[in-house]
């Protein structure tokens, strides 16, 4: 076992040899003041990537206060506007149905230029645009 393990050392020796002078070499390629103002910068960039993340840290919770405060309002005031619409859509069906029942007993009560068809020209909330 002893005698695996000083054969495993002596073929890893040149291995490190040569891993040991690939980093000298690499090293002479680089300058010294450059590794520093590198390591500088990358600290400079994390402290502020880090002051970032936590100011979106609070948004994202004050946000969330928010939303829930208000997501009650928004939920009630939909149901009260969509109820709005179905009950105009009912009145403005019976406006034109009674319209069309006195166009067809009174030819001539309302003017020329309401006889034709009349347009919806509401716009429809629901359709995206």
Known sequence: MRKQVMEQQGKNEPVMAASEEVSQQFKT????QDLDSLK????????????????????????????????GDFSRNTRVLK??????????????????????????????????????RRPDLEMPQ
């Open 29 to 32: 390629l680089v300058d010294a």
């Open 40 to 71: 500088q910068t990358q600290h400079l960039i994390l402290g502020r990537l880090q002051d970032s993340n936590a100011v979106l840290s609070h948004f994202n919770e004050y946000s969330e206060n928010c939303f829930a405060e208000v997501s």
């Open 83 to 120: 109820s709005m619409k179905s009950d105009l859509d009912y009145i403005f069906q019976k406006l034109r149905s009674m319209k069309s029942r006195i166009l067809a007993t009174y030819p001539d009560a309302f003017p020329d230029d309401s006889k034709g068809e009349v347009l919806d």
